[in-house]
């Protein structure tokens, strides 16, 4: 009997010690795990309490309610006998936040001013030691009276709609001229219909009595997308020709005063792409998927598709989302080998990047799931199988 009991209170001080990290590194104004933007804890009121740096919890994500068009005070206070706690300021939501500033002194409390005119998020995270934490929030003037003029249509172009701030919400652009409005504070983005495979050359133009216009110029979408140049001359027009292999995205701010502007497009064919045709499209997609927003929908648990050199395929699954599930990635190994990368939402949780065939793992979805196929070598069919 002494001995069964005995047995049973290690059993149970085992089980304590190993439930111990989920709670001890969660404060009382958190649910772990909060440790992505994807995955922050919604906070409607002014004063945050969290937890930190124990048991390899080193990030914590907020998302604040009601904070859109204020430049609220954020103070930040901590025990600095125990750590040193930092924290970042995002205004926007997921992949199209703009950093906004951070709170990053040794000294507690550490308090500071932010415009935040869209969702506030923060991003609270240990540089030393670990410990309790504190955010309070002071809301406060609306930001409508202080030159932001995102999203109205006091700063909107002939060939803009207003927001048209983010990539995600950009203007699409089918002709060869854009006439928009920049004003201090705004970004405009366009996207243009059918320059993929060109070298386009954009000629941008202004007054410059009035403002000065910057243009950068993409290739790609999403998190594919690459910075291939941009216009950032005094002078106008200012001109020169883009190497713009995938989707362009035209990202245009005013680096000092206001105005209107002028963009031209002349394209001018490179050719050798295989992106955009149906030699590398397998039964379950829709060239060209190559980039995240072009992604083919899947609602079945299989996929086949066919791999090319230079061509990548997205896929976005429905009713994966807060699962864990099994993929598997099978291909003729003595035809090619292909990889898989694996997204939640913005957030990259994981691969398949074997050599062999069948590869397969188990991936944690909080968010909607993306799966992105590419050839490291070779080319061929491939299939991929999901177990939820």
Aim: hydrophobic share 25%; with cysteine; glycine share 10%.
């Amino acid at each position: 009997m002494r001995i069964t009991l005995s047995i049973t209170l290690v059993a149970l001080a085992l089980l304590f010690f190993a439930l111990a990290p989920a709670v001890a590194q969660e404060g009382p104004d958190e649910n772990e795990s909060n440790d992505t933007w994807d995955l922050a804890d919604s906070i409607s009121g002014l004063t945050i309490d969290g937890e930190i740096g124990r048991h390899g919890d080193s990030d914590d994500w907020y998302v604040l309610e009601g904070q859109e068009g204020y430049s609220p005070t954020i103070t930040l206070t901590y025990d600095t006998d125990e750590c040193d706690v930092d924290m970042e300021v995002y205004s926007g939501g997921g992949r199209d936040s703009d950093f906004v500033g951070s709170l990053t002194s040794t000294d507690s409390p550490d308090g500071d001013t932010f415009d935040i005119p869209d969702t506030c998020y923060l991003h609270v995270y240990v540089y030393d030691g670990d410990g309790e934490y504190s955010i309070d929030i002071e809301p406060g003037n609306e930001d409508s009276g202080n030159n932001h003029h995102n999203n109205n249509g006091d700063c909107e172009g002939p060939d803009e709609v207003e927001s048209n701030d983010t990539y995600d919400v950009a203007d699409l652009i089918e002709g060869s001229t854009i006439e928009g409005y920049a004003c201090e504070g705004d970004d405009d983005w366009f996207v243009l219909n059918g320059q993929e495979g060109y070298n386009p050359t954009f000629t941008v133009t202004y007054d410059t009595r009035d403002c000065d216009i910057d243009v950068e110029v993409y290739s790609g979408s999403g998190r594919d997308r690459d910075l291939v140049g941009s216009l950032s001359s005094t002078d106008s027009p200012d001109s020169q020709t883009f190497n713009v292999e995938d989707t362009c995205y035209l990202h245009v701010f005013a680096y000092d005063g206001e105005g209107d502007y002028t963009i031209d497009i002349e394209a001018e064919s490179t050719g050798g792409h295989h992106s955009n045709n149906s030699d590398c499209e397998g039964y379950d997609e829709v060239e060209p998927n190559d980039t995240e927003n072009a992604a083919d929908s899947i609602d079945s648990l299989t996929i086949e598709g066919y791999a090319c050199p230079d061509d990548v395929d997205w896929f976005v699954l429905t009713g994966q989302e807060g699962r864990n599930p099994s993929i598997r990635l099978s291909y003729d190994d003595d035809e090619c080998d292909i990889d898989l990368e694996i997204y939640s939402d913005d957030e990259y949780v994981g691969s398949l990047t074997s050599t062999s065939s069948p590869d397969e793992d188990d991936f944690r979805i909080p968010g909607e799931c993306w799966i992105k196929v590419y050839c490291y070598d070779g080319e061929g069919d491939y299939t991929i199988d999901i177990e939820p």
